[in-house]
């Protein structure tokens, strides 16, 4: 049987019974084991000696605490992340992740509705790891990030997405035409309906699933090879 694509509600269903007992996880776990499978998938298409210098775009949800977990995991293999995070999460466990890229002596771009600094960053980047929007986004895209994405897409810089492209609605895809296209794509848990049409290189990442969800909503889902925590899809 072929591996299920996740509408909105049942990915936001599933990430509901991963905290509870069904899986027992908190979201510090969740977070770290996703953020890990996003920086080895960066690890594995961008070698740090082409592509050394990678700007991690946050966005104020669980998706930029996936990113700023990614960046210490980036900092670790001999990386040079820069965050670029206009509006920080306010839930303390987004400090505390903030806190360990500042214990890395990560750059983070001071927050501001001002791209300059973004610009700036973007001419001295080599990749870009889009962790803005997550499954849960709805459009119209919003001020700082409305500015943000079109210079993101227009620098032609490599970009990696999590999970979602940000921009793309989770079931319907870039029907706006304001997403970005990334090259690289991390489904986390399963791929979403959304993004049955990316036609780049598509990881599978998030090694967290246990046996009793992956049945009880029939997921499918192929086998990790070894210990690695990303799996590359294949048509």
């Given at each position: 049987?072929?591996?299920?694509?996740?509408?909105?509600?049942?990915?936001?269903?599933?990430?509901?019974?991963?905290?509870?007992?069904?899986?027992?996880?908190?979201?510090?776990?969740?977070?770290?084991?996703?953020?890990?499978?996003?920086?080895?998938?960066?690890?594995?298409?961008?070698?740090?000696?082409?592509?050394?210098?990678?700007?991690?775009?946050?966005?104020?949800?669980?998706?930029?605490?996936?990113?700023?977990?990614?960046?210490?995991?980036?900092?670790?293999?001999?990386?040079?992340?820069?965050?670029f995070m206009p509006k920080p999460g306010s839930k303390d466990i987004y400090q505390r992740?903030?806190?360990?890229?500042?214990?890395?002596?990560?750059?983070?771009?001071?927050?501001?509705?001002?791209?300059?600094?973004?610009?700036?960053?973007?001419s001295s980047s080599n990749v870009i790891l889009d962790a803005i929007f997550g499954f849960?986004?709805?459009?119209p895209i919003r001020s700082p990030f409305d500015s943000a994405l079109p210079l993101l897409?227009?620098?032609?810089?490599?970009?990696?997405?999590?999970?979602?492209?940000?921009?793309?609605?989770?079931?319907?895809?870039?029907?706006?035409?304001?997403?970005?296209?990334?090259?690289?794509?991390?489904?986390?848990?399963?791929?979403?309906?959304?993004?049955?049409?990316?036609?780049?290189?598509?990881?599978?990442?998030?090694?967290?699933?246990?046996?009793?969800?992956?049945?009880?909503?029939?997921?499918?889902?192929?086998?990790?090879?070894?210990?690695?925590?990303?799996?590359?899809?294949?048509?």
């Open positions: 049987m072929s591996m299920k694509y996740l509408t909105a509600k049942l990915a936001q269903q599933i990430d509901e019974e991963l905290m509870n007992q069904a899986g027992a996880f908190s979201i510090d776990q969740l977070m770290e084991l996703a953020g890990l499978a996003c920086a080895q998938a960066l690890a594995r298409v961008y070698d740090k000696e082409r592509y050394p210098n990678v700007l991690v775009c946050c966005g104020p949800g669980n998706q930029g605490g996936d990113g700023l977990v990614a960046a210490r995991h980036l900092g670790m293999f001999g990386y040079t992340p820069t965050i992740l903030k806190s360990q890229c500042d214990n890395m002596k990560i750059k983070t771009i001071p927050p501001s509705n001002d791209t300059s600094a973004l610009r700036d960053a973007l849960s986004f709805k459009g897409s227009g620098s032609r810089l490599p970009i990696i997405s999590v999970d979602i492209p940000s921009g793309w609605d989770v079931e319907e895809g870039n029907v706006e035409g304001v997403g970005l296209q990334p090259d690289v794509l991390v489904s986390l848990t399963a791929p979403k309906l959304g993004v049955r049409s990316f036609n780049g290189r598509h990881f599978l990442g998030g090694r967290f699933i246990p046996k009793t969800l992956e049945e009880k909503f029939e997921l499918n889902l192929p086998e990790y090879p070894g210990s690695d925590q990303i799996l590359e899809l294949k048509e």
